[in-house]
């Protein structure tokens, strides 16, 4: 369903390429998890597919298909209409990434003003309370007219899901939705998320640093590494399996409750 | 509504202290009204008598008291010098002054306002560089400079208007305005560079914030970001900035009033202050600062209704 | 925005530079004496041998805004220097220590700022009496506010830094934690608005001798050189066009600077 | 258990912030309440909770940056130290690196300039950084770099109790690791003993000796790793737990 | 149009176009100083007030422009031959502006205000002789002095008030030829014509008076033509008027412009010193520099229009004489020159210009002097109230047209004194000239008084200031007076 080749991405301002021949595939109803250190071009890529990348600052080349529709050198027009209807962008820090001075069902409601302007405003007001609804945002009728410093960090979180899926697009991309969220609202973010592919098919791109929280939640994941794909497979393969060097220093990385080698309880 | 009030009591406040500080300073000033009001034929009997009369002898503390009571009663003073009633003295002369900085405010607004609004979504053109260079440039023209240079070319060399003439406003509505345009210009242009300066870059402040990004995602343009979204989170500061402009252009406009010969308030007060005529300056000095700290205060409520998280109780800025 | 960073930056300190090297200059040479009057010379406009012309005493008005912009500077900056150390200080102590003795001072403060800049330079005057030195002190307490204004704020949002609190887990004093390791980190602010001090000085010190009530003569700044100049604006209006465009080329030398440093910043911010 | 044991013991400490102005009444909120456990010598006790449960507000409240309202804080070693969450912002951006390394020392005012030089480049080759990093400025610097600037100057001055909040969740993984790994060997070299606090139960543990579990600004649990977790008895400890399989 | 400035000759000058007068019209008058002063005539004390007030009231007798005093408001007068007992007879009919007709108690009543010395000093210092004032009946009023005084008759040009009138400080009422319509505050004041005037009614039914206080606005307010009559106006001002538009009529101010000193305070209580300075100043150089030559040079405390007592040959005394100047200094102690600081009112440019010409004159002998400029409130308490300055260029002028108005300040003990001039044989003349019944005599008196201002350099004397008149083209019929007041009531339109 998504496809991207070869993706190559430059800003002006570094040395450095951000992204260096990114190609991965997402499948209908599929969860890709994209995972890497810090600066590896997971943001960058993501991007590219909702068409944000600050054009005039960057060079870029390669290709990103959505259903066959050409993304990456659309023009902005074609963008607009994709943008919000076929793709939705769930941001990593929903404080900052929610305008603070519209009510929170209005930027629910915003891709509807836009891509359906016939709709009544009174219709859209419905639609953005189902939305919440379904992103399980509790009271939605009076969660409606808060504003985002009014909410918590979860509760922000899923008022930007149900911006993203409210005109129910073919793909989801989340970057790192919850790492700043508490571990409780995390898993039930996480659990929401596999609820909603579940029940609409919602393709999603899954960008994180936490190992475990994909492990989670994606079938199959993807891990970057200063720009550059490394490594690529089905989640439990790649994790039983690596075979990078990068990614198994990785998955070494994650801290797990196994035991420790030396236990020194002498001192109690 | 707690905000409002508590705004608005924080107003009296800043009066309350304005006018005692002002009072304050006058018992400091070297020169006393009564030798000031008698000139050449000022004798130390003629002083004292004259002190006496004025009630210039008596506590600062009851002085300010009646003055403050008088206040409240509607009762201004008297004016030294011109022996009659600081109401109606200030009366012929706060319309012009409050015509004059309204005009220039206007004008700000005006100008300002589409070209700040310009300048930020031409920020990325060629030409950015010389805007920025020329607002700078304007923002460098004091008013009494420009000032003077309006009056040589438009007043003397074209004669589009009479340098120190200004009609009654009930008589002449048009040509009022008119000659006080040029006032305004002079107070204005620096004022406008400053705010289209201030608007452009918290627009592109704006701009930059993630929730840009975000509008984007859902298929707005850049139009409709700036419209929908970023103007309105940029009111905030920039109606915080108008208020303190607001309150500046009153200042300016006592400069300019000299230039241009404006029988305002500005000149009012400079003479009324050489001539020690406390009770006039005494109610200048008030409503000077009424109108600052009023700007502040309507600035404060403004941005507060605009932005929510104001609403909290703090304070924009 | 970021072609045009360092432009701006070089520009006004080039333009800036060269000024105030004329004005140093102007303290020990001038091409005539500024005072020296000459009663066949009334009213010449420029030439080559009075390069801004001459006005109604005959004297040479470039040697006069030489010497009258190195007043005007002299103040400006002395006004700068004055308001900026004391304003710095109460800012940092109200900004850094919170609490009552800052809520009664930015009361204070308050109710400074809510005198227009001009009025509260006016009645300070007529408290000091006018000259060149009860202009400086004039000026420098009408700037503190805002320069307390601007280091508070600043010090106010550094107050709560990680390294603060780690400097203080340490043992360093007050005193220390405020001006060694706090003042450098306001610099950010405090040198814009240190520009726009200065360019503010200029102006209430040119307002002020304009409407004669600053600098008296036979001390000549640039202010007071104006209101002589517009009694003569239409016989010889190259004087006030000279004097003004020294005011004006000041002003827009050191703002060109300000410009720079908040861009290089990359800050938005205002004092 | 004797007392000279202890590094720190904190006993029924309660504790808050005051809210409010000039003109409005200030009014006590309260955060921790009731809250007692110690440190022993040469153990890490791990501090978790949810966001805003008040571990920061504890850890402040430990170092005496707030005051406690009731109960008291007892330290037995000199000088505690702290490693903060946020490695961008506790290191003066206005320095170089070996200018802030220094400070400490000139601070503390017992040795001459090169001996503090001395001390700067043992304790820079202990957190491991490179010789150039001393010309940098923080931002300069990486966050993992950062964080170990940070450790070197939190330990420059020889602690013996270091509280480190969250010192690693601003980071990669792969670099939390690395400062993990850091903070267990400096433990030994320099016989220090940690409050250390975190919301990621796996880093606490694997680092820790024994857990705090905080709830509301209360102390639900309390006791060494394995009995949390393989025996928690709080609901909450339970919920905490099974959000981080 | 020329308006030389002899006064005393046969003819009265006046100003403007030659042709046929027109009645009517309305002007507007350019003022430079605001009228922030009681417009009570008894309590009004700025010259600029008064010189306008002059067209709204007047006296028992008014002055004409040759200097001499004419009937007013008292048809006529006898003076009694020990004259102690002045004896005026009302002119019938003569009209307050309020409508009501000028009775002996109004005269009565307003001698006696001025002469009320409760407070002090009366209001009219010269009136502490009068002994009695009595209205004898309606058209009669007689005032009995308690010692002759030859000045006396040109002290009742002092006006005639309506005897029941509260607010003659903001709303007068007289009886001149124009009448108080309205003032606004550092705007305008408007005076209209006096349909119910005794006299020659005045040709213009309106006057405003347009109040520009700064110099500058006034010379653009003229170039831009809204302004039909401006007086007082400085040389490089009026260089600035071109075109036809206006004529420029030139008399003087009729005061005596001089850098007057401080004969209390080192150095300048010594002669020598003083007269170092005059040696050091030349006169013609400042009227070059600051009015293109206009004025007229003065050598005492004397203006020419005054041909009665001034003394031309006391002007050229001190002429410019450098080598002399410091051989004075030296010989004062002072060979190296000294400090020397100029306090001068900032609201009167002519004197500013002046101080900063004297200035570099005084370099030349040694003397670094520096200018303090102070608003004229501060002037007025510390330079001449308070005494406390060390030299200031002003202009002084007569009250009225009595050589007394000008000599008597510098009587030692004079509260006007303000350069604490102490002169035994000063002193002793002016005694003198006060018993003295023989005008000649007294006259005589008067100018060796002023030869002894001259000769012990009391002030270092400049010039009587020209007094330039623009005046609009098609107006005609300005006059000058030998004291500084402003008629417009024989100005006019010309056909
Ligand atoms: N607008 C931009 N201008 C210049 N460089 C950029 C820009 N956006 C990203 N980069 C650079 O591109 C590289 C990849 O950044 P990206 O944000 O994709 O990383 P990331 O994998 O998302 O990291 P993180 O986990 O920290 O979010 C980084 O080196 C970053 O500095
Ligand atoms: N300076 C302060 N003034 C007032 N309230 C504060 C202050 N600092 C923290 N709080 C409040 O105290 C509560 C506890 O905060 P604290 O920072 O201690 O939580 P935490 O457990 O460290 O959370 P996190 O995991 O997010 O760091 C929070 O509700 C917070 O809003
Ligand atoms: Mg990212
Ligand atoms: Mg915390």
Redesign the interface.
């Known amino acids: 369903m998504l496809e991207i080749k070869d993706l190559h991405v430059k800003f002006h301002s570094r040395e450095r390429e951000a992204v260096s021949g990114v190609s991965l595939t997402i499948r209908n109803g599929e969860i890709l998890g994209l995972v890497g250190e810090s600066g590896s071009g997971k943001t960058v890529t993501a991007m590219s597919v909702a068409g944000l990348l600050p054009r005039r600052s960057c060079d870029y080349s390669g290709s990103i298909e959505l259903d066959g529709t050409e993304l990456l050198h659309a023009d902005r027009t074609l963008l607009r209409k994709m943008q919000g209807k076929e793709i939705g962008v769930v941001f990593q820090e929903p404080m900052s990434a929610m305008d603070p001075l519209m009510k929170i069902g209005e930027q629910v409601g915003e891709t509807l003003l836009l891509h359906h302007p016939e709709i009544s405003s009174e219709d859209r007001y419905y639609c953005a309370l189902a939305a919440m609804r379904e992103a399980e945002l509790p009271n939605p009728e009076d969660t409606y007219g808060r504003y985002p410093h009014e909410l918590s960090g979860g509760m922000l979180q899923r008022a930007m899901i149900a911006a993203a899926i409210i005109s129910r697009p073919k793909l989801l991309l989340l970057d790192e939705p919850t790492t700043a969220l508490d571990v409780t609202i995390q898993a039930q973010i996480l659990e929401l998320l596999k609820k909603l592919n579940r029940e609409h098919g919602i393709s999603m791109l899954f960008i994180s640093h936490n190992l475990n929280v994909v492990r989670k939640l994606c079938s199959r994941v993807a891990v970057m590494q200063k720009g550059i794909l490394v490594e690529e497979g089905q989640t439990e393969d790649v994790w039983e399996n690596p075979h990078h060097p990068y990614t198994k220093r990785l998955i070494a990385a994650i801290p797990t409750r196994t035991k420790k080698e030396a236990p020194d309880h002498d001192k109690f | 509504m707690k905000y409002a009030a508590r705004k608005i009591l924080m107003l009296l406040v800043t009066m309350v202290i304005v006018s005692f500080l002002a009072f304050l300073a006058f018992s400091l000033i070297s020169g006393d009204p009564a030798t000031a009001m008698l000139g050449t034929e000022a004798t130390p009997e003629k002083v004292a008598a004259l002190r006496e009369e004025l009630g210039l002898n008596r506590p600062l503390l009851a002085q300010y008291g009646t003055w403050v009571l008088g206040f409240f009663t509607g009762n201004l003073g008297t004016s030294y010098s011109y022996r009659m009633p600081v109401s109606s003295l200030i009366g012929q002369k706060l319309p012009l002054t409050l015509a004059l900085s309204l005009l220039s405010f206007l004008l700000i607004l005006v100008v300002a306002v589409p070209l700040g609004i310009r300048s930020a979504r031409q920020s990325e053109s060629r030409l950015d560089g010389v805007h920025t260079a020329l607002n700078q440039l304007f923002m460098a023209l004091p008013p009494f400079f420009t000032g003077i240079l309006l009056t040589w070319l438009f007043g003397i060399l074209l004669h589009w208007f009479t340098p120190g003439k200004f009609p009654i406003f009930s008589e002449h509505p048009g040509l009022f305005f008119w000659n006080l345009l040029f006032p305004a210009i002079a107070v204005a242009i620096p004022r406008i560079a400053m705010t289209v300066r201030m608007l452009r870059s918290t627009i592109l402040h704006e701009m930059n914030q993630d929730y840009v990004r975000t509008a984007i995602s859902r298929g707005n343009d850049r139009v409709g970001v700036l419209y929908r979204h970023v103007l309105k989170n940029a009111m905030a500061p920039v109606i915080a900035f108008l208020a303190q402009t607001m309150a500046e252009v009153i200042a300016g406009s006592i400069v300019v009033e000299q230039v241009f010969a404006v029988p305002g308030l500005g000149r009012l007060l400079l003479a009324s202050i050489g001539n020690r005529d406390w009770p006039v300056v005494e109610v200048i000095v008030v409503i000077l600062a009424f109108w600052v700290v009023l700007a502040n205060t309507i600035g404060d409520l403004l941005s507060q209704r605009i932005d929510p998280r104001l609403r909290l109780g703090g304070d924009a800025r | 925005m970021n072609r045009n960073k360092k432009g701006y930056l070089r520009a006004g300190l080039i333009l800036t530079c060269v000024l105030f090297a004329l004005i140093l200059l102007g303290f020990f040479w001038t091409p005539y004496d500024p005072t020296a009057m000459s009663g066949s010379e009334k009213f010449l406009g420029p030439s080559l041998r009075h390069i801004m012309g001459t006005d109604n005493f005959g004297r040479d008005i470039f040697s006069r805004v030489l010497k009258g912009a190195g007043l005007t500077a002299v103040i400006a900056l002395s006004t700068v220097a004055i308001g900026a150390v004391c304003g710095t200080i109460v800012g940092a102590l109200t900004g850094y220590f919170g609490g009552k003795v800052d809520a009664v001072l930015m009361r204070f403060n308050d109710a400074m700022t809510a005198f227009p800049s001009m009025l509260l330079a006016l009645v300070l005057i007529s408290v000091l009496g006018s000259g060149k030195y009860n202009v400086i002190l004039a000026l420098g307490i009408v700037f503190t506010p805002s320069f307390a204004r601007v280091t508070r704020s600043a010090y106010a949002s550094l107050r709560d830094a990680n390294y603060v609190k780690s400097a203080r887990l340490m043992g360093a004093g007050r005193a220390r934690i405020l001006f060694v390791h706090l003042l450098p980190n306001t610099m950010q602010v405090l040198l814009p608005a240190l520009t726009i001090g200065f360019n503010n000085a200029v102006l209430a010190e040119a307002s002020m001798s304009y409407l004669g009530i600053g600098v008296t003569p036979p001390d000549a700044s640039l202010g007071y050189m104006l209101s002589e100049a517009q009694s003569m604006i239409a016989s010889a209006p190259w004087y006030a066009v000279g004097t003004g465009l020294m005011i004006v080329l000041l002003i827009f030398g050191v703002g060109l600077i300000g410009e720079g440093l908040q861009r290089r910043n990359g800050g938005q911010r205002y004092a | 258990m004797t007392n000279s044991d202890l590094v720190l013991s904190v006993s029924h400490v309660t504790s808050g912030y005051s809210e409010g102005g000039f003109l409005s009444k200030r009014a006590r909120r309260e955060i921790l309440h009731d809250v007692t456990f110690d440190v022993h010598h040469g153990e890490i006790l791990g501090l978790v909770g949810e966001s805003g449960t008040g571990k920061t507000t504890l850890a402040r409240t430990i170092l005496g940056m707030v005051k406690p309202d009731a109960g008291t804080v007892t330290h037995y070693t000199k000088r505690p130290q702290m490693i903060f969450q946020d490695p961008y912002s506790s290191l003066n951006p206005a320095y170089t690196v070996a200018w802030i390394l220094e400070e400490p020392l000139r601070i503390f005012g017992k040795y001459d300039a090169p001996e503090r030089k001395r001390r700067v480049a043992d304790m820079l080759a202990r957190v491991e950084l490179p010789e150039e990093c001393l010309r940098a400025k923080p931002e300069e610097l990486s966050g993992g770099q950062r964080q170990r600037v940070s450790i070197a100057t939190a330990l420059i001055q020889r602690p013996r109790f270091l509280i480190a909040d969250e010192p690693v969740s601003a980071l990669d993984v792969t670099i939390q690791a690395q400062i993990l790994k850091l903070l267990k060997e400096l433990r030994d070299e320099f016989d220090l003993s940690y409050l250390f606090i975190s919301h990621d139960l796996n880093v606490v543990y694997q680092l820790c000796d024994r857990v705090l579990v905080m709830k509301s600004g209360a102390v639900v649990e309390q006791g060494t790793v394995d009995d949390i977790f393989d025996h928690p008895k709080n609901e909450y400890t339970k919920q905490l737990l099974a959000a981080a399989e | 149009g020329d308006g030389s400035s002899q006064a005393g000759s046969e003819a009265t000058q006046t100003g403007g176009s030659t042709g046929e007068s027109v009645q009517g019209g309305e002007i507007t008058v350019g003022i430079a100083q605001?009228l922030?002063?009681?417009?009570d005539p008894h309590k009004a004390?700025?010259a600029g007030t008064r010189e306008i007030l002059f067209n709204v009231f007047e006296g028992l007798v008014k002055p004409t422009p040759n200097g001499d005093l004419e009937p007013a408001v008292a048809e006529s007068y006898v003076i009694s031959d020990d004259e102690r007992t002045y004896t005026f007879t009302l002119r019938e009919g003569v009209q307050f502006h309020n409508g009501e007709t000028v009775t002996a108690d109004d005269v009565v009543y307003s001698i006696e205000r001025c002469a009320d010395a409760s407070?002090?000093?009366p209001l009219v210092a010269a009136f502490s002789v009068i002994q009695s004032v009595e209205a004898t009946d309606d058209h009669t009023v007689v005032i009995t002095l308690s010692e002759p005084d030859s000045d006396f008759l040109s002290y009742l040009t002092t006006a005639i008030l309506p005897r029941d009138y509260a607010d003659e400080?903001?709303a007068p009422v007289g009886t001149g030829p124009f009448k108080f319509v309205s003032?606004?505050?550092?705007?305008a004041i408007v005076l209209e014509k006096f349909d119910g005037y005794w006299g020659t009614p005045a040709y213009l039914d309106k006057v405003t008076f347009?109040?520009?206080?700064?110099?500058?606005?006034?010379?653009?307010?003229l170039?831009?033509?809204?302004i039909d009559l401006c007086p007082h106006l400085t040389a490089?001002?009026v260089?600035?008027l071109?075109g036809d538009t206006y004529q420029i009529l030139e008399g003087t101010m009729n005061l005596v412009q001089a850098m007057y000193l401080n004969n209390a305070v080192e150095p300048l209580n010594n002669e020598k010193v003083r007269q170092a300075l005059s040696y050091a100043v030349d006169k013609q150089?400042v009227m070059?520099?600051i009015a293109d030559g206009h004025g007229k040079a003065v050598g005492s405390s004397m203006y020419p229009t005054f041909t009665k007592y001034f003394d031309d040959s006391l002007t050229d005394y001190y002429t410019q004489n450098i080598d002399k100047a410091k051989a004075l200094l030296a010989e004062a102690g002072y060979p190296d020159g000294f400090a020397l600081e100029i306090t001068v009112p900032?609201n009167y440019?002519p004197h500013?210009?002046t101080?900063?010409?004297l200035?570099?004159q005084l370099k030349a002998i040694g003397v670094n002097a520096?200018?303090?400029?102070?608003?004229?409130?501060?002037w007025?308490?510390d330079v001449?109230?308070g005494r406390n300055y060390q030299a200031t260029v002003v202009g002084v002028d007569a009250s009225n047209m009595t050589a007394r108005a000008m000599l008597e300040r510098f009587v030692s003990d004079n509260?006007?004194n303000f350069i604490n001039y102490n002169n035994p044989d000063y002193d002793d003349l002016f005694r003198q000239a006060l018993a003295e019944k023989d005008d000649a005599a007294r006259t005589e008196i008067y100018r060796q008084m002023e030869a002894n201002l001259t000769e012990h350099a009391a002030n270092v004397y400049i010039q009587d200031l020209a007094d330039l008149v623009a005046i609009r083209s098609n107006l005609a019929g300005y006059q000058f007076y030998p004291i500084y007041v402003m008629d417009l009531a024989s100005v006019h339109f010309v056909q």
Do not use: C, F, H, P
């Open positions: 605001d922030d002063d009681s417009l004390v700025k407070e002090g000093e400080d903001t003032r606004t505050a550092q705007d347009k109040i520009i206080e700064n110099a500058d606005a006034l010379v653009l307010s170039q831009s033509g809204a490089t001002q260089s600035q071109s150089t070059d520099m900032s440019q500013v210009d101080a900063q010409v200035v570099e520096t200018i303090k400029l102070v608003d004229w409130n501060t007025v308490s001449y109230t509260g006007k």
